[in-house]
């Protein structure tokens, strides 16, 4: 088990619950995927890497994780793209991709919002952004901010 992030923000998790929480991060950039994965670790969180989204789609289907970080600018398959595919697959339907890019642009995080990405990080990331988020999302069952249950009435 690693330790956890000093200078800490406080959660609803304890320290188990992080620890059974699996995070994939997908990323081209061994640098940034590393330097994910040792924070999310520090964090207390199970982290795993895949170098590219076709890897990291084979990962997902044989141990879907908690949560998906995933670079949206990636060769062979974008981080768009697999998220599409994931929401046709039933076992990994329902699992929070959230968005990490140097390219943020409005029509590319619209996008992503269009096809259920949970949120969007701009590289570089803060690590308390990352853990917020992170934390956000599954404190809301998959999107940001978003409850399951917005009250809306039923459509008649």
Avoid: W
């Amino acid at each position: 088990m690693h330790p956890p992030a000093s200078g800490g923000q406080k959660s609803n998790q304890t320290m188990s619950d992080k620890a059974t929480t699996r995070i994939l991060v997908i990323d081209d950039d061994m640098e940034f995927r590393e330097q994910m994965r040792m924070q999310l670790a520090a964090a207390g969180y199970a982290a795993e890497v895949a170098e590219d989204a076709v890897e990291g789609g084979k990962a997902i289907l044989e141990r879907p994780p908690d949560l998906v970080l995933c670079d949206i600018r990636m060769p062979h398959l974008g981080g768009l793209d697999l998220l599409a595919l994931m929401r046709t697959d039933e076992r990994c339907a329902s699992i929070p991709v959230i968005f990490v890019s140097g390219f943020g642009d409005n029509e590319t995080i619209a996008k992503a919002v269009d096809l259920g990405g949970a949120d969007f990080l701009s590289k570089p990331i803060a690590h308390a952004d990352l853990i917020a988020s992170i934390e956000a999302c599954l404190k809301a069952g998959g999107r940001k901010g978003i409850s399951s249950d917005v009250g809306f009435p039923p459509v008649v």
